[in-house]
């Protein structure tokens, strides 16, 4: 299967990469819209697996793309979306563009190949959980428990840190900057499948951008607080 993987997530982009490389796939990797755009004028692919947010364009603007691009009398070329959280609002713009569906990210290559086989149009809905271990567990077949251990240990360095800065930035009520952070931390908590830390720092987002101050200091607190079990969940993953 030849596959073209989009997305500006070097981690979880080269995961999907190594996945699929290991499976006897040909991928692909870009991290634009314009790249991938650039990459199907001049090569063959089975499928398109893109996240919905690109740093160019979206994916449903890239599926749009490709469709506008195809030839007469050529088929379109499947395009797959990815999400951190697919639900049915993005199930149904999906398939307003044109897309086969969304799928939770990091995505298998069987799913991909049951797809093309089948067709889904609309992804499978999962109650949220604290902790999602499918990411760290794929991460650990491609590089190994022990390098997956050091970027975890970076992960958490990191994520502390940001912690406390963010909690400056609040206090300071510099609205923008700790709307940014906040949104930064979530993305990383997003691929490492901390799902409760990152549910509340898209609130603290949300209440930074409407310059709720006052409010965002508690799920800050929360998430902090969330620290030491998700680090035993981790560890226990790792053991």
């Not at 979306?81 to 799928?103: F, I, R, W, Y």
């Not at 609205?175 to 603290?204: E, I, M, P, T, W």
Request: aromatic share 4%; glycine share 6%.
């Amino acid at each position: 299967m030849r596959v073209l993987i989009v997305g500006d997530d070097f981690l979880g982009r080269e995961m999907m990469h190594q996945l699929f490389l290991r499976n006897g796939d040909t991928p692909v990797s870009v991290e634009s819209g314009k790249e991938a755009l650039a990459m199907t004028r001049n090569n063959d692919f089975d499928v398109v697996l893109t996240d919905i947010n690109l740093p160019d364009m979206s994916g449903f603007e890239l599926c749009e793309e490709l469709r506008l691009s195809a030839t007469a009398g050529q088929s379109c070329l499947p395009v797959v979306g990815l999400s951190h959280e697919p639900d049915n609002q993005l199930a149904e713009a999906a398939s307003q563009k044109g897309m086969v569906t969304v799928l939770k990210r990091p995505v298998l290559p069987a799913e991909v190949a049951r797809l093309l086989n089948e067709g889904v149009n609309s992804p499978d809905s999962e109650e949220a959980a604290h902790f999602d271990p499918t990411a760290l567990t794929q991460l650990m077949e491609v590089v190994g428990s022990e390098k997956v251990a050091r970027l975890i240990e970076m992960f958490f360095a990191d994520l502390e840190k940001g912690l406390r800065e963010l909690l400056q930035l609040i206090r300071e009520k510099d609205s923008q900057a700790a709307a940014d952070l906040a949104h930064k931390l979530a993305g990383s908590c997003a691929n490492y499948g901390f799902l409760l830390s990152r549910s509340k720092l898209k609130q603290v987002q949300s209440l930074c951008e409407q310059s709720g101050f006052a409010e965002c200091i508690s799920p800050v607190k929360a998430v902090i607080q969330q620290l030491p079990r998700d680090r035993e969940q981790v560890n226990r993953l790792l053991a």
